[in-house]
């Protein structure tokens, strides 16, 4: 069996929770990739992929079996050329599972071996998105709550 996956997103910034889902999904395969989304058309990013790679390496750094990498271009072809059938995704609400469903759905007709693997974010960390963080920096407020202390020079 294959024991590898894939968590992706655009990262921006690499948040507690993102933390947390990469923690506990890494504990249950061999080699768990981060993949940082570079150049998604619909979505423009408040630092660049150089910056998003860094802080999530920081981030992610006392993870062993933990590989960050940048791709571009649709998840599941990342998956095809990397022999991964397994993404992994975290749920903080119900809005989050309706998203989900509708992007496994579109994963699974363009490469029916991908396979989901949802984590419910817990409680201390399900209100924390890249966006919370963002506002925050934006406010000049203190953001340093909501990422890995390794990282939080980085996004000021």
């Keep these: ?52 790679l860094k802080i999530a390496q920081l981030s992610l750094s006392g993870l062993k079996n933990v590989v960050v990498v940048p791709f571009k271009g649709f998840l599941v072809d ?5 022999g991964i059938e397994v993404f992994v995704r975290g749920l903080r609400n119900s809005s989050d599972f309706e998203y989900e469903r509708m992007l496994f759905n579109a994963y699974r007709s363009q490469y029916p071996e991908a396979e989901g ?32 202390e390794e990282a939080a020079e980085e996004i000021k």
């Design 78 to 82: 990342f998956m095809r050329e990397n």
């Design 117 to 148: 693997c949802y984590l419910m974010a817990s409680e201390n960390y399900s209100y924390i998105s890249s966006s919370l963080v963002r506002e925050v920096i934006a406010m000049d407020g203190d953001a340093s709550k909501y990422v890995k």
């Design 1 to 52: 069996m294959n024991n590898k996956a894939v968590f992706a997103g655009t990262f921006d910034p690499f948040t507690l929770g993102h933390y947390e889902i990469a923690e506990r999904a890494a504990k249950q395969f061999t080699t768990l990739y981060v993949a940082v989304a570079d150049g998604n058309a619909a979505k423009s990013c408040y630092f660049n992929i150089k910056k998003r």
